[in-house]
C-alpha cells in the first residue's frame, strides 16, 4: 500500500485528485457518496460526478486547496443513496505522493457531533436573503429553529417545539398542508403558504419550502425546511386586490351608466338614469338635472332623493343668461369644479343668496353640450365635503355628460320623427264612409314594432257612382315614410282610377302599369272588391296578396284565395283576372295584410286559420264587424307581430 494510502483509510468519504481534479484514487464511502462504484471513479473527473448545481463551489474549493497551500473547507450537496439530499462539509488540502507529484486531497469533515458547524453558512445566507431555517426530526415529532433573519426568529421564541405545539398556533384550514409539508416523501416540496398566529402580533402569512436532508455522511434523514414572513407582502396584495375589485366595480358601473345613457328611450327615462346613477359613480351625495326647455328658453330642474326639492324648484324657470354657476357652465359649454365653499364664495361672492348653493361643500357642474355646441342642459354632483377633482375623474365626467347630451339629442329628434310619422299616417289612413246601406264595415291599423310608427300597409273603402263599394286591402314594401309615401301614390291612384273602371281587375291592371313606368323600385300587393250592398255580389281581384277569409254565422269559415296575378310593379303587361261571388245576408268577409296572420313560428296557413276562426266565432255570438276587426288585430298584436298589420272587415246585413 501507497504510504498516502493512509488519506483513504477515513471512515468519511475521502479522495485524491490530480491537479486537475481527476481522480487519483478513493475510499469506498467517497464512491458511495458519489453514487457509483470505485472504478467507475478512477481516472473520472471529480467535479463532473457533482450535481451540475455544486460543481462551481466544488471548483473553488479545488482551486483555493491547489494553489494557497491552506486547508478549504465548502458545504457541499451530493445525490445520496436515497431521496434525501447529504449534505457535507468538504475539507481540501495539498499533499504530494512519493514522487514528488501534486495532489489534492479532499475529504468529509465528520459533523454528525457538531451539526452546527454545517449550518452556520445556512444561517448566514437565510440571514441575508430575510429567510429563516427549521429542521424537523421525524423520530422525534419536534421542530428546531436554526436562526436566520431576526424578524423571523420573533415568530419563534422557542428554539425547539413539538409539531403538536406549532399545529396548534397555524390556521384551521392551514394545517392539512402543514402536515404536508412535513411528512413529504419528495427530495423537494413547493412554496406552501401558511397562516401562522404569533404570541403577540396575531396572524402572520408565511411560506415555507421544505427539503428532505442527510446531514453529514452518515447522518440522519430530516426535514430541512426554509420560511419567509409573507404578512407585508400578503396585505400589499390584499390592498391591491381590493382596489382592483373597487375599479373593476367603477368600471362596470360605468359601463352600464352609459349603456343606460345609450338605451334611454325617453325623456324620462334619461332623467331617471343620470339622477339614480350619477351621484354614485362619482362618490357624491347628491345630483340635479337641469334640461333647456327648447320652446321657452328657460331651465327644468330635478334631482335624486338625497337633494332637496326647494333647491332644484329654485332652478325651475331659471334664464341661461343667470349669472349663477350652473346656467353660465350650459350657456358657454365649460364644466366647473368647486374644491370647497370656500372657493364657491370667491368665485361666486353672489352664491350666499342661491338656495341650490348652500347645503353643500363641493361641487362639480357639467354641461351635457361642449363649448361651440347647441346648449342642453346640464347635471351638477354635489358632496358634503371637500372635493378635489383629478383630470381623470374630470374627462371622465365631461366624457359621460357628453354621452348624455347626445342621447337627448337622439331622442329629442326620434320624438319630432315620431309626431312627424304620426301625422304623415293618420293623413294617409282613409275615414271610412259613415254609412253604407246593407253594410257593416270596419278597419284596424297597427305599425311595425321595428322603426317609425307608419309602414305601407293600407286599405280603402268608398262608394262608386253606380252605387256600388269599393274596398282594398294593401301592404307596401318597407316600413318607413319611403314605404308610406308610397302606398299612399298607390291608394290614391287606385281612387282616381276606379272611379273610371267598373272592374277591379282593369283597375289592378291600370295601376300595375303605372308602378312600373314609375321606376320606384318598390312593389305592392292588394286585394280589391266591388260589393254591391242590393244584392251582395261580390267581384273581385289579387295583385299577389293575402287570401279571403269567410265567416259564417253558424261559426264556421273558409279561406277564399282570388283569381288574380302577381304583385303590383314589377311585371309589365300583366292581365288581372277576377271571379264574382254572392255574400250572404249576415256573413262576414275579413281582409288582412300578412302582418296579422304571419309571425315567429306562425305559418300563413295556420294564421288565416286562426283569423277566420276568431272572426267565425264573433260572428256567431252576435258581435258587429268592430267588435270582429278588434279581436283580430289584438290576436296578431299578443303572438308578438313584426310587420305593419291591417284588417278590414265587411259584413252584410
Same mark, same amino acid.
Given at each position: 500500500?501507497?504510504?498516502w ?9 475521502s ?7 481527476t481522480?487519483?484514487?478513493?475510499n469506498?464511502?467517497m ?11 478512477v ?27 491552506t486547508?478549504?473547507?465548502r458545504?457541499?450537496e ?9 449534505i ?6 495539498? @499533499? ?13 469533515? &465528520? ?9 452556520i453558512?445556512?444561517?448566514l445566507?437565510?440571514? =441575508? ?12 415529532h ?29 390556521h384551521p ?11 413529504s416523501?419528495a427530495a ?6 401558511l ?6 402580533e ?8 421544505t ?8 447522518g ?7 420560511i ?12 391591491e ?25 325617453t ?5 331617471? %338614469?343620470?339622477l339614480?346613477? %350619477? =351621484? ?6 347628491g345630483a340635479?338635472?337641469t ?8 331651465l ?16 325651475a ?7 349663477q354657476?350652473?346656467?353660465r ?8 369644479f ?9 368665485r361666486?361672492p353672489?352664491? %350666499? ?10 361641487m362639480?357642474i ?12 346640464g ?16 374627462a371622465?365626467?365631461s ?26 299616417q ?18 284596424r ?7 317609425l310608427?307608419?309602414?305601407?300597409d293600407w ?6 257612382p ?20 308610397y ?24 295601376i300595375?302599369?303605372?308602378?312600373i ?6 312593389f305592392?300587393?292588394?286585394t ?18 293575402v287570401p ?5 254565422? &253558424? ?7 282570388l283569381?288574380?296575378g ?12 277576377e ?17 296579422? @296572420?304571419?309571425?315567429?313560428g306562425l305559418?300563413l ?13 264573433a260572428?256567431?255570438d ?12 289584438? =290576436? ?6 313584426l &310587420?305593419?298589420v291591417? %284588417? ?6
Amino acid at each position: 500500500m501507497d504510504p498516502w494510502d493512509e488519506y483513504l483509510r477515513w471512515a468519511t468519504p475521502s479522495a485524491l485528485l490530480e491537479s486537475d481534479g481527476t481522480i487519483r484514487s478513493l475510499n469506498a464511502p467517497m464512491a458511495a457518496t458519489l453514487g457509483r462504484s470505485a472504478n467507475q471513479c478512477v481516472g473520472h473527473d471529480f467535479l463532473g460526478l457533482l450535481p451540475k448545481d455544486q460543481r462551481a463551489s466544488a471548483e473553488s474549493l479545488l482551486i483555493h486547496g491547489a494553489t494557497t497551500k491552506t486547508v478549504a473547507m465548502r458545504v457541499l450537496e451530493f445525490s445520496g443513496p436515497g431521496e434525501a439530499t447529504v449534505i457535507s462539509l468538504i475539507e481540501a488540502r495539498p @499533499v504530494k505522493d512519493p514522487a514528488s507529484h501534486e495532489l489534492v486531497w479532499v475529504h468529509s469533515v &465528520d459533523a454528525r457531533n457538531d451539526p452546527g458547524g454545517l449550518l452556520i453558512p445556512f444561517r448566514l445566507a437565510a440571514a =441575508a436573503a430575510d429567510l429563516g431555517l427549521w429542521m424537523y426530526a421525524p423520530w422525534k415529532h419536534r421542530l428546531d429553529w436554526l436562526g436566520g433573519a431576526p424578524a423571523l426568529a420573533l415568530l419563534f421564541p422557542h428554539a425547539s417545539a413539538s409539531l403538536s405545539r406549532v399545529v396548534r398556533r397555524v390556521h384551521p384550514g392551514d394545517r392539512k398542508a402543514l402536515g404536508q409539508l412535513v411528512r413529504s416523501t419528495a427530495a423537494q416540496s413547493p412554496w406552501i403558504s401558511l397562516r401562522f398566529r404569533t404570541e403577540n402580533e396575531g396572524w402572520h402569512h408565511v411560506a415555507c419550502q421544505t427539503r428532505r436532508i442527510q446531514l453529514g455522511y452518515g447522518g440522519t434523514e430530516q426535514v430541512f425546511g426554509v420560511i419567509r414572513d409573507d404578512t407585508q407582502l400578503e396585505a400589499h396584495r390584499q390592498k391591491e386586490l381590493a382596489t382592483l375589485a373597487a375599479e373593476r366595480q367603477r368600471a362596470d358601473e360605468i359601463a352600464d351608466f352609459s349603456a343606460a345613457l345609450i338605451t334611454a328611450a325617453t325623456e324620462q327615462e334619461l332623467q331617471q %338614469v343620470v339622477l339614480t346613477r %350619477v =351621484a354614485a359613480t362619482f362618490g357624491g351625495t347628491g345630483a340635479l338635472l337641469t334640461l333647456l326647455d327648447n320652446e321657452t328658453g328657460l331651465l327644468r330642474a330635478s334631482s335624486d332623493a338625497r337633494v332637496d326639492p326647494r333647491q332644484s324648484d329654485s332652478m325651475a324657470g331659471v334664464s341661461l343668461d343667470d349669472p349663477q354657476p350652473l346656467p353660465r357652465a350650459i350657456r358657454t359649454g365649460t364644466p366647473e369644479f368647486i374644491a370647497n365653499h370656500e372657493e364657491l364664495i370667491r368665485r361666486w361672492p353672489q352664491a %350666499v343668496s342661491i338656495p341650490y348653493l348652500g347645503s353643500f361643500i363641493a361641487m362639480s357642474i357639467i354641461p351635457l353640450s361642449p363649448v361651440g355646441d347647441q346648449p342642453l342642459g346640464g347635471w351638477a354632483v354635489t358632496y358634503d365635503s371637500e372635493h378635489h377633482f383629478s383630470p381623470d375623474e374630470r374627462a371622465l365626467m365631461s366624457t359621460l355628460a357628453d354621452l348624455a347630451g347626445q342621447a337627448l339629442k337622439r331622442i329629442r329628434l326620434q320624438q319630432a320623427r315620431v309626431e312627424l310619422a304620426t301625422a304623415l299616417q293618420q293623413h294617409m289612413l282613409p275615414t271610412l264612409p259613415d254609412h253604407l246601406p246593407g253594410l257593416e264595415v270596419a278597419a284596424r291599423y297597427q305599425p311595425s314594432r321595428d322603426g317609425l310608427d307608419i309602414g305601407g300597409d293600407w286599405y280603402d273603402a268608398f262608394v262608386m257612382p253606380n252605387g256600388t263599394v269599393a274596398l282594398e286591402i294593401g301592404d307596401s314594401q318597407g316600413h318607413d315614410v319611403d314605404a308610406a309615401a308610397y302606398m299612399g301614390q298607390v291608394r290614391t291612384s287606385i281612387r282616381a282610377i276606379a272611379a273610371h273602371e267598373p272592374e277591379p281587375a282593369t283597375v289592378l291592371t291600370r295601376i300595375n302599369e303605372l308602378l312600373i313606368t314609375m321606376n320606384a323600385a318598390r312593389f305592392a300587393s292588394c286585394t280589391m272588391l266591388y260589393v254591391d250592398p242590393r244584392d251582395g255580389q261580390v267581384t273581385g281581384a289579387s295583385a299577389g296578396h293575402v287570401p279571403l277569409l269567410c265567416a259564417f254565422e &253558424d261559426g264556421s269559415s273558409e279561406i277564399h284565395e282570388l283569381l288574380g296575378g302577381p304583385v303590383l310593379g314589377v311585371l309589365s303587361g300583366t292581365d288581372y283576372l277576377e271571379e264574382t261571388f254572392t255574400l250572404e245576408e249576415g256573413t262576414a268577409l275579413i281582409m288582412v295584410t300578412d302582418g296579422v @296572420v304571419e309571425g315567429p313560428g306562425l305559418t300563413l296557413e295556420a294564421g288565416l286559420e286562426r283569423a277566420g276562426t276568431l272572426a267565425a266565432q264573433a260572428l256567431h255570438d252576435g258581435l258587429n264587424a268592430e267588435a270582429i276587426a278588434d279581436q283580430i288585430l289584438d =290576436a296578431a298584436v299578443a303572438v308578438d307581430h313584426l &310587420d305593419d298589420v291591417a %284588417v278590414l272587415v265587411i259584413r252584410r246585413i
